[in-house]
């Protein structure tokens, strides 16, 4: 069974922190994506990674960076928490397919509180 | 650019009837579609998924979906719900000629089984 692996299941910190989101798959997947699931908007996509040290934003980058040093590894970091960035964060991964996109395999998700 | 629409943001329904939570999609290209199921405080688990096989796709807990191009639709159904189907469901699309490989997800139907 595929496993992706987030560090925390429940986070909080406090306005102007540096915050680090970790997540480890161990299916040798390609790709692996950050997302933030919030009440009626469902999941929208943070940032992304299809390598090693490769990454794209999404649909809502501002305020966060990534890092992905080793392939089953993808870091999601929040330069300086602010109360609006309060949410569920899922981490995920999937393999690329030919042509296709496979679907994706979920962490059960960071709830992080930002005070 | 790929998007979806789900068209309902609550269904209740009573324990023993039919299931529909409805769907439409927005792609350029053969997309692949999937349905995701998320029981409360847990991860997002895969119900199933489109690939450009058979059109009507048959997942797991009885749960089937149609993909209809002409309609842009792919809605999930079930002829019989459990109590134990009470849970949000997200539609959601991959369009591999876009280039974007992340899954779009939409907004969420939360789905009420009632004794």
């Known amino acids: 069974d595929v496993k992706v692996t987030q560090s925390s299941r429940y986070l909080v910190k406090r306005t102007g922190e540096k915050v680090f989101l970790e997540c480890v798959q161990d299916?040798?997947?390609?790709?692996m994506f950050w997302y933030r699931q919030d009440p009626g908007l469902g999941l929208r996509l943070i940032y992304f990674?299809?390598?090693?040290?490769?990454?794209e934003k999404g649909d809502i980058p501002e305020g966060y960076s990534v890092s992905r040093e080793k392939k089953e590894r993808f870091s999601l970091i929040l330069e300086s928490a602010s109360t609006n960035q309060t949410s569920m964060y899922l981490c995920?991964?999937?393999?690329?397919?030919?042509?296709?996109?496979?679907?994706?395999?979920f962490g059960q998700g960071t709830r992080l509180t930002v005070v | 650019a790929q998007s979806v629409t789900q068209l309902d943001s609550h269904v209740s329904v009573s324990e023993g009837t039919p299931v529909l939570l409805r769907c439409n999609y927005s792609s350029s290209y053969s997309p692949s579609l999937f349905w995701y199921v998320q029981h409360p405080n847990k991860g997002l688990q895969l119900l199933l998924k489109y690939t450009s096989a058979a059109t009507l796709v048959k997942g797991i807990n009885g749960f089937e979906a149609e993909f209809k191009k002409s309609e842009t639709s792919f809605h999930l159904t079930k002829p019989s719900a459990h109590m134990s189907d009470a849970a949000e469901y997200f539609c959601?699309?991959?369009?591999?000629?876009?280039?974007?490989?992340?899954?779009?997800f939409g907004s969420g139907t939360r789905l009420q089984v009632q004794p």
């Open positions: 995920a991964s999937s393999l690329s397919g030919q042509g296709k996109y496979t679907e994706a395999f």
């Open positions: 299916m040798d997947h390609e790709n």
């Open positions: 959601v699309v991959s369009d591999h000629s876009t280039g974007r490989r992340a899954l779009t």
């Open positions: 990674s299809y390598d090693v040290k490769m990454k």
